[in-house]
């Protein structure tokens, strides 16, 4: 393998790390209300949606990304947070069915409440001035964005792995994600871990919200489900439930994404990289229903 | 200590209890015993606070709890083993005994820790290790052990001995004798009901939803019409 086959390659897959970090990050969130809700919650790239639209008014009022940033986060947190009081708390104690159907009504009230109080259209803003800036290391050409974004998302599962194995309030929501009955009993209360995993997921998502607006400079009322796809099927083929597969699922995607966009499929046939990443997605749940990890569950007699 | 009184509960329209009533007492050892579907479990989880009755009341030392939830009762000093143990087998064994300990404060969970790995040895040596590999025997420890985290006034048990090898077995009835005291009060609900009937100060039977009889353990042991009626022996 020559050098500049190698270069070209590892600058793809960095590239695909850093479009999977947003992926994992959304697949982690989705993965976390899952496991104690056993809800695939939809509106989750919702709060994509409202952080956008926040970082659109701070943007026309003249803010730096550097008070943008910390804003989608808190937005996302707090949005999310609020979803859970307002509107699955009420439905806690129904069906599966039922929830998903709540999850799917916040998606249609945030779009019509946008699409009616700000306007259909889309609305840009500025995308941070270093974001397509590249910098030269050896023979690879690597882009800023790419390097941030994988280095945050890095430390980011690093304090998240620290607050789930190591603190009281992460071994509790495991517990609780495992089977949440028997957390119950061993005291958790139920109100406060599904409100801790939503304010969690929504931390998660704040920060994946600030690597998609970087770049993509955009709001639309529309953008939530959309964005949500990717990080929805990295959770499922990750395995429900697990956090672990939620964030090899996301990576997974994103470097496929990038691998068949710039390697596999030649230059003409580029536009069918999303059918192909679903064809690589269907085979993996062909094989493996299940989703690449799956949790313990036996016990030796 | 624990008055159940004519509760019953429902799954959808089904009524799994009905108008089921019984006591524990302070140092007493009671066990609930019946076939499998008597309703045993669901009873034992309407006193926990897992299932919402229907009808009737539970009081425990005078103060009713029918609508509590479980992390309430816990911390008012209610405790169940739950049928099949239900431990957590992602967790470590040391972080199945944090979590029921969740209740207390920093230095009494880590007091009441060092407790349960002396009470139960097995669990100091795997304390580390992942509740999913424990060997049925050892997870009935730990779901013990969790249990016994908050030193709880009443310990409720559900089938202990389900699925364990005999030597297990024994050992799990030894326990519940070693675990006697004047201060706590424990209902043990089993299919093995000669077993329980052994250990037990009182027996209440169960079957299909209803209370069919009662009495004190020893004499409820000799009665050969119960255990071909009731028990299915």
């Known amino acids: ?301 | 200590m624990l008055e159940v009184a004519g509760i019953t509960t429902k799954y959808g329209d089904i009524a799994a209890v009905r108008d089921v009533s019984l006591t524990v007492g302070n140092g007493e050892l009671v066990c609930l015993v019946g076939p499998n579907g008597a309703g045993k479990t669901t009873t034992l989880n309407t006193i926990v606070g897992l299932l919402r009755p229907f009808a009737g009341t539970i009081k425990f030392d005078g103060q009713e709890i029918t609508r509590k939830e479980p992390d309430d009762l816990l911390r008012m000093g209610i405790a169940l083993v739950p049928e099949r143990r239900r431990i957590f087998a992602d967790l470590s064994v040391l972080e199945n005994l944090l979590v029921a300990g969740s209740i207390l404060s920093r230095s009494k969970r880590q007091e009441r820790v060092e407790e349960m790995l002396t009470l139960f040895p097995i669990l100091r040596e795997k304390s580390q290790t992942s509740a999913g590999y424990l060997s049925g025997g050892q997870a009935q420890q730990l779901a013990i052990a969790r249990a016994l985290m908050t030193d709880p006034r009443l310990l409720l048990m559900d089938e202990p001995s389900l699925g364990l090898a005999p030597v297990m077995v024994d050992f799990v009835f030894n326990l519940l004798e070693t675990l006697r005291s004047p201060q706590r009060g424990m209902l043990i609900v089993e299919q093995n009901a000669r077993r329980a009937l052994q250990v037990a100060d009182r027996g209440y039977i169960l079957r299909t939803g209803e209370m069919v009889d009662q009495g004190q353990g020893q004499e409820l042991l000799t009665r050969t019409d119960l255990f071909k009626s009731y028990l299915g022996e």
Do not use: C
């Not at chain 1, 209360?189 to 970087?214: Q, Y």
């Open chain 1, 1 to 301: 393998m020559d050098l500049f086959f190698q270069a070209d390659l590892a600058q793809q897959l960095i590239d695909g790390l850093g479009r999977g970090s947003s992926y994992a990050l959304l697949a982690l969130g989705l993965a976390i209300i899952f496991g104690v809700m056993h809800l695939l919650n939809f509106a989750h790239g919702e709060l994509i949606t409202v952080s956008a639209y926040v970082a659109y008014y701070l943007s026309v009022s003249g803010f730096s990304w550097w008070v943008i940033a910390p804003a989608i986060i808190l937005t996302s947190v707090l949005f999310s947070m609020i979803t859970e009081f307002v509107a699955f708390r009420r439905v806690r104690e129904s069906s599966d069915f039922t929830m998903l159907l709540t999850s799917f009504g916040l998606v249609i009230l945030v779009r019509a409440a946008f699409s009616h109080w700000v306007e259909v259209k889309p609305r840009n803003f500025d995308k941070a001035s270093w974001v397509f800036n590249t910098v030269k290391w050896g023979a690879f050409n690597l882009e800023v964005y790419d390097l941030v974004v994988i280095v945050v998302t890095l430390i980011t599962l690093l304090a998240l792995t620290y607050l789930l194995q190591r603190t009281l309030f992460g071994i509790a929501l495991r517990a609780a994600s495992e089977d949440f009955n028997a957390a119950r009993l061993m005291g958790v209360k139920s109100d406060r871990v599904i409100r801790n995993a939503f304010m969690l997921s929504g931390l998660l998502a704040g920060i994946g919200a600030v690597f998609v607006l970087l770049r993509r400079g955009q709001a639309d009322p529309g953008m939530g489900i959309e964005i949500l796809l990717m990080p929805l099927l990295a959770t499922v083929i990750g395995g429900l439930g697990s956090l672990r597969g939620a964030v090899l699922g996301g990576f997974l995607l994103g470097i496929l994404e990038v691998l068949f966009r710039s390697r596999i499929l030649p230059d003409e046939y580029s536009h069918l990289t999303d059918m192909m990443v679903f064809a690589v997605i269907a085979l993996v749940f062909i094989i493996r229903p299940q989703g690449l990890i799956t949790v313990r569950r036996a016990e030796r007699v």
